[in-house]
């Protein structure tokens, strides 16, 4: 069964950071791409980043770009998602998902969802 287990969200001020990790097990992920997507209220799901975990190139949504940086652990099976200078309009359920196929971009792409976890950035 797989799983998906992210971690690390919370409140934080605007200009701090967070590390995001998510857990992965259940399969081998050598052939997927994670991502990270995130949705706030009222909002649609929108993609954040995302990581092939075979060779580790990376795919960023534009305007996150310098601020979010995607790694990953082949060791520990584990996807991060570092956020840097976060501001209160970053404050969003974080997703991290799997994919095998398709867009990266687009959430549908995705076979394995997380539970997610809230960040909120006070201002």
């Known amino acids: 069964q797989v799983q998906l287990v992210e971690s690390g969200g919370g409140l934080v001020q605007a200009g701090g950071s967070l590390r995001l990790s998510c857990a992965a097990s259940g399969r081998t992920f050598s052939s997927y791409a994670m991502g990270w997507f995130r949705q706030a209220p009222g909002k649609e799901r929108e993609f954040v980043a995302a990581?092939?975990?075979?060779?580790?190139?990376?795919y960023y949504t534009d305007s996150l770009k310098g601020r979010f940086t995607i790694s990953r652990d082949n060791a520990k099976n584990t996807v991060y998602l570092q956020m840097n200078s976060l501001k209160p309009e970053d404050t969003a359920v974080y997703y991290c998902?799997?994919?095998?196929?398709?867009?990266?971009?687009?959430?549908?792409?995705?076979?394995?969802w997380g539970q997610g976890t809230q960040v909120t950035v006070s201002s």
């Open positions: 990581i092939i975990w075979s060779d580790s190139t990376t």
């Open positions: 998902a799997a994919r095998r196929s398709g867009s990266y971009y687009y959430y549908p792409s995705y076979d394995y």
